[in-house]
C-alpha cells in the first residue's frame, strides 16, 4: 500500500489533513522488520484499539510512532511533519508498557521528573497525584510499591500535561479490576478531543473503550476498521437453563450452555422471547465469544 | 559506598607507603587514579538500571537523544568521582602528615597535574565505555555482566600508563601520563559525539 492510499475509516477521503499517518512503515529490530508495509491514517479523535498476537508488532509500531526506532522504510507524521521533529514529539504522549520509572526516588519525586521532561508544572504534578489517587502514596520510594501502584504511577504522567496524540501500550496491565475501570473512564474522557491508540491484550476491555480496532498480524496491518462492524461478523451467545427441554435441540451444548450464533446483540431479547414462549426456564445468558478473538489466529 | 571504598583504600595505601616519603610521594600519585574509579561504578549503575526499567526509552521519546543520555551520565559521574577523589586526597594525603611527614612541591604537582585529571579522565572513559557495552550487548547479571566487569577497565587504564610511566623512565614519565589523560579526553568527547551516529536507538531499550 503506498503513501497515497492511506486506510482510514474514520474520514475516507480527507489524509491530507490527518493528525497521524504511518506511510508504507517498515520497523524492526537489527536488520529483522517486524511491521512490513503499513499504512494508515487517523485524524478523529476516539479510542483506537491495536490487536494482535504475542509478537505482531503492537509495541514495535507504538514505539516506530513514538520516534525511538527508526523506521527501515516508510515515515510517521504528525500534522504533515515528521515525528522526528521536536515539534512532533511535543504533541504526542507515549505509554510504555514497561514503567519507565527511574529508581531512588518517591512517586512525587518521580512525577517532577516526568514534568520536567515533559514541560509540565508543580501544579500539574499536585493535579495528578488527586487524579489518580496518589496523594498518600507520594512520599514514598518506588521501590516500596507493588507492581500496580508502579503501573498507576507510570499512567499518571500522561495525564501531566494535555497533547493531542496519545500512544497507550497496555495502560492497565498489573491493574486491579477497579482502578483499570477507572483509567478507562479517564482515557474515554481524554478521547472526546484526542487520539488515542491503546494497545490490549483484554479483548472485553477492548470492545468497552474502543471505537475503533487496528489489528497487527505478523507485522501487517491485517484490519482498521470501527468496532461495531466487528461485531456482526460473528456473535454467539450461551444459555444456561434451569432443566433441559426440546427447545433447545437445535442448540449446541459446551458445558453448561447451549450456545446459538446470532447476528448481532440486537437478536438477544427475541432469543429470550422464543425461548421463554417455548416454556425454557433461563437462569443466564451469556456473549460466549468476543468477534475480537478472531483477531488473535 | 564509594565515598568509603576510596577513602578507606586510600588511607589502607597511605599507611602502607607512608612508611618512606620518597615511597608515598612517587607511588601514591599513580595509584590515586586507580582508587577514584570506584565513581564510575555509580554512574553504570544508574546508566543500566535506566535500561532495564524503561527510562531511557521514555527520554528517547520525547525527544532526549543518546548524545545528551550518555553525556548527562558522565557528568553525573563526574560530579560522584568528586567525592571520591576528595575522599582520597584528603584520605591519603591527611594519613602521610599525621605520620610526620612534609607535603613536597613534586607531591603537589604530582598530585595536581596527574592525579586528579588522571582520576577523572579515567571515570569518564570507564563509564562512557561501560554504556557503549551495556547498549551492544545481551543483558547479563553478575560479574560477567558489563558492570561487573566495568572496573577491571577504570583499573587497567591507569595501571597501563603506570607502567608505560616506568618503562621509559622519569625523562618521559610525565609525558606519558599528560598524554595518557589527553586522549583519554579526545576518547570520551568522541565517543559522546558519535553516539547518536554508530549506536541505533533500538540499542537503548529494554529487552524485558
Known sequence: ?297 | MYLAIGTGLSVFYAVVLGASATVFTTVFPLIAPILTTSGATGGMLVFTNDRLKGVLEYLIAYGVTPRRIFANVVLSSLVLATVVVAATMAGGVGVYLLLGHHLTTFLVLALTLYSVPMGYADVAFTVIIGMYWTSLSSPRTGMSSPLGLLPLVGVATPGLVLIAAVAVGSSEAVTIALGAVLLLVVIVLGLIRAVDRLMPRERFLSPA
Open chain 1, 1 to 297: 500500500m503506498d503513501g497515497s492510499a492511506l486506510l482510514n475509516p474514520g474520514s475516507a477521503g480527507s489524509h491530507g489533513g490527518a493528525r497521524v499517518a504511518c506511510r508504507s512503515l517498515t520497523s524492526g529490530y537489527g536488520s529483522t522488520p517486524v511491521l512490513k508495509d503499513i499504512s494508515f491514517s487517523i485524524d478523529e479523535p476516539a479510542v483506537y484499539v491495536v490487536l494482535g498476537p504475542n509478537g505482531a508488532g503492537k509495541t514495535t509500531l507504538f514505539r516506530t510512532m513514538a520516534g525511538i526506532l527508526k523506521p527501515m522504510r516508510g515515515e510517521v507524521t504528525i500534522a504533515g511533519e515528521s515525528i522526528e521533529s521536536q515539534r512532533s514529539r511535543d504533541q504526542m504522549h507515549y505509554l510504555s508498557h514497561m514503567d519507565g520509572i527511574p529508581d531512588g526516588l518517591e512517586v512525587k519525586e518521580a512525577l517532577e521528573f516526568y514534568a520536567a521532561v515533559e514541560g509540565a508544572t508543580s501544579a500539574d504534578v499536585d493535579r495528578v497525584l488527586d487524579l489518580l489517587d496518589l496523594r498518600g502514596l507520594s512520599g514514598q520510594f518506588l521501590s516500596q510499591l507493588s507492581a500496580g501502584q508502579k503501573k498507576r504511577v507510570s499512567v499518571a504522567r500522561i495525564f501531566l500535561k494535555e497533547r493531542d496524540i496519545y500512544l497507550l501500550d497496555e495502560p492497565t496491565a498489573n491493574l486491579d479490576p477497579k482502578l483499570a475501570r477507572e483509567i478507562r473512564a479517564l482515557i474515554l474522557e481524554l478521547s472526546k478531543e484526542k487520539i488515542v491508540l491503546y494497545s490490549s491484550h483484554n479483548l472485553f476491555e477492548a470492545r468497552e473503550i474502543g471505537r475503533y480496532v487496528l489489528a497487527i498480524r505478523a507485522g501487517q496491518l491485517a484490519l482498521f476498521d470501527r468496532l461495531e462492524s466487528l461485531r456482526g461478523v460473528r456473535f454467539v451467545v450461551g444459555v444456561r437453563v434451569l432443566a433441559p427441554t426440546d427447545a433447545l435441540a437445535a442448540f449446541t451444548r459446551q458445558g453448561d450452555y447451549y450456545l446459538r450464533e446470532l447476528h448481532g446483540p440486537e437478536e438477544v431479547p427475541a432469543l429470550i422471547r422464543d425461548l421463554e414462549a417455548k416454556g425454557v426456564q433461563i437462569r443466564e445468558v451469556r456473549e460466549m465469544e468476543n468477534p475480537l478473538e478472531d483477531l488473535f489466529t
